[in-house]
T-cell receptor, first 115, second 114 residues
Framework: AQSVSQHNHHVILSEAASLELGCNYS??????LFWYVQYPGQHLQLLLK??????LVKGIKGFEAEFIKSKFSFNLRKPSVQWSDTAEYFC?????????????FGGGTRVLVKP | GAGVSQSPSNKVTEKGKDVELRCDPI?????LYWYRQRLGQGLEFLIY????????KSGLPSDRFSAERTGESVSTLTIQRTQQEDSAVYLC????????????FGEGSRLTVL
């Protein structure tokens, strides 16, 4: 069974700082990769996803993520954060069509951006 | 409605009581998922429906947990004889029949077992 680990549980940074959140997964087959975000008081929503092709994917709000197959990683980045990026971020893996749309999530990283 | 709707949003119950949580998926979405999120932890998969059948219920933690879905629409998650460790936010998500990989989440039902 696949598993997902996120290295940081909490990140605190100032506005305009750069952000990188680590995500590693364990699964031997082809995977689809996702980052979801949960802003305070809101439901989980998709930030970006990788299925195939260019391993550097761009999502909403200036976020991007890079899939490095050899490292089983899918790290999330943003060059310059804003206070509104304060949220909890979840990495997730799907093992392809056989799994339906079932996602396995990491433990989440809480990001606090200080104004 | 436009999104996934869950009820109740908050439920406080006494240990040993049964609870029922409801999920209304986005209209036309044939797949429905239940996840659990305990305080400070990630999302834990419980069960997945495709239409009215549940091809994957591997995440249900015990036989006190059950779920059903009728008419490719509403789903209910039932927890019998609740225990304190059942306290969590229960999240429902739905997705279209075709494979997209994207789940649309509701806002969750927060369950507190005293």
């Amino acid at each position: 069974a696949q598993s997902v680990s996120q290295h940081n549980h909490h990140v605190i940074l100032s506005e305009a700082a750069s952000l990188e959140l680590g995500c590693n997964y364990s699964y031997g087959g082809t995977v689809n990769l996702f980052w979801y975000v949960q802003y305070p008081g809101q439901h989980l929503q998709l930030l970006l996803k990788y299925f195939s092709g260019d391993p550097l994917v761009k999502g909403i709000k200036g976020f991007e993520a890079e899939f490095i197959k050899s490292k089983f990683s899918f790290n999330l980045r943003k060059p310059s954060v804003q206070w509104s990026d304060t949220a909890e971020y979840f990495c997730a893996v799907n093992a392809g069509r056989a799994a339906g749309n079932k996602l396995t999530f990491g433990g989440g990283t809480r990001v606090l951006v200080k104004p | 409605g436009a999104g996934v709707s869950q009820s109740p949003s908050n439920k406080v119950t006494e240990k040993g009581k049964d609870v029922e949580l409801r999920c209304d998926p986005i209209s036309g979405h044939t797949a429905l998922y239940w996840y659990r999120q305990r305080l400070g932890q990630g999302l834990e998969f419980l069960i997945y429906f495709q239409g009215n059948s549940a091809p994957d219920k591997s995440g249900l933690p015990s036989d006190r947990f059950s779920a059903e879905r009728t008419g490719e629409s509403v789903s209910t998650l039932t927890i019998q004889r609740t225990q304190q460790e059942d306290s969590a936010v229960y999240l429902c998500a739905s997705s279209p029949g075709q494979y997209t990989g994207e789940l649309f989440f509701g806002e969750g039902s927060r369950l507190t077992v005293l």
